[in-house]
């Protein structure tokens, strides 16, 4: 079966610094990858999304950025994070094609000071 | 821009009774519609997709979806203290990607 794997879990990270998250899927090939954002009390902002290695589709302008450097690995990373990267960030994955059902990792809850 | 919209809640039902949460989305193209259960600081977990139009009966959940109407419900019955939860729905876009866009979630409270 498949599963999705993200890390770390939680960080606090001061304005400034770089991050980087990571998420790998298990058990698939060739899957779509997306990075979500929730906010405090808000609902899940879709930041980018992935076909297949090295494509990289943006959904807003912001201070993060995202790379697939192989089929079943997707990073978040900033290079100088502000107070309102803050937040509640989710890997999810799909199959290709179809009406698939997408997925979502564990999370990772980065708080920014 | 396209949305999804809930009310955020919170919606309180005694235990036992049916809970009724509701969405509408703008995207006329949006063809599929997924209902996720976000526990608190969890991430969220599918509950239901439906894709035609008419009631999709899962257990003691049922998925409600009018496309000309553009409203999507979910209907909980007999709830328990573990639905309460944040329930998110979801719309897929159209244009490919499996890309979903989501309401804000409705707050659900069950109390004993």
């Known amino acids: 079966s498949q599963t999705i794997h993200q890390w770390p879990a939680t960080l606090v990270q001061p304005v400034g610094s770089p991050l980087s998250l990571e998420c790998t899927v298990e058990?698939?090939?060739?899957?779509?990858l997306y990075w979500y954002r929730q906010a405090a009390g808000r609902g899940l902002q879709l930041l980018f999304y992935?076909?297949?290695?090295?494509?990289i589709s943006s959904e807003v302008p912001q201070n993060l950025s995202a790379s697939r450097p192989q089929d079943r690995q997707f990073i978040l990373s900033s290079k100088k994070l502000l107070l309102s990267d803050s937040g509640f960030y989710l890997c999810?994955?799909?199959?290709?094609?179809?009406?698939?059902?997408?997925?979502f990792g564990e999370g990772s809850w980065l708080t920014v000071v | 821009q396209k949305e999804v919209e809930q009310n955020s809640g919170p919606l309180s039902v005694p235990e036992g009774a049916i809970a009724s949460l509701n969405c509408t989305y703008s995207?006329?193209?949006?063809?599929?519609f997924f209902w996720y259960r976000q526990y608190s600081g969890k991430s969220p977990e599918l509950i239901m997709s439906?894709?035609?139009?008419g009631d999709k009966e899962d257990g003691r959940f049922t998925a409600q979806l009018n496309k000309a109407s553009q409203y999507v419900s979910l209907l909980i019955r007999d709830s328990q203290p573990s639905d309460s939860a944040t329930y998110l729905c979801a719309a897929r876009a159209a244009g490919g990607y499996n890309k979903l866009i989501f309401g804000a979630g409705t707050r659900l409270a069950v109390h004993p």
């Open positions: 439906i894709y035609s139009n």
């Open positions: 995207d006329r193209g949006s063809q599929s």
């Open positions: 992935s076909v297949g290695i090295g494509q």
């Open positions: 999810a994955w799909t199959g290709q094609g179809g009406l698939n059902t997408i997925y």
């Open positions: 058990g698939t090939s060739n899957p779509n």
